[in-house]
């Protein structure tokens, strides 16, 4: 599932955490909105921000 892939590509070294999509979501964004706390605890473990904001001033935890 989603979890196995985010676990694969930070093994994998990938590191753009902070990439956004066309509405300035990260991952962390949309892990959270979806109620993906397994992914959303993930990505904070490996150094995503919970601070950044989404083109609504949002963030993650909002």
């Known amino acids: 599932g989603n979890y196995t892939i985010v676990s694969e590509l ?3 070294g990938y590191r753009s955490l902070e990439a956004k999509n066309e ?3 990260t991952a962390v964004h ?3 909105k979806d109620g993906a706390d397994d ?3 993930k990505l904070i473990d490996n150094k995503a921000s919970v601070n950044c904001r989404d083109s609504a001033g949002y963030t993650p935890l909002h």
């Open 10 to 12: 930070l093994k994998c």
């Open 23 to 25: 509405l300035g979501q």
């Open 30 to 32: 949309l892990a959270a």
């Open 39 to 41: 992914i959303l605890q």
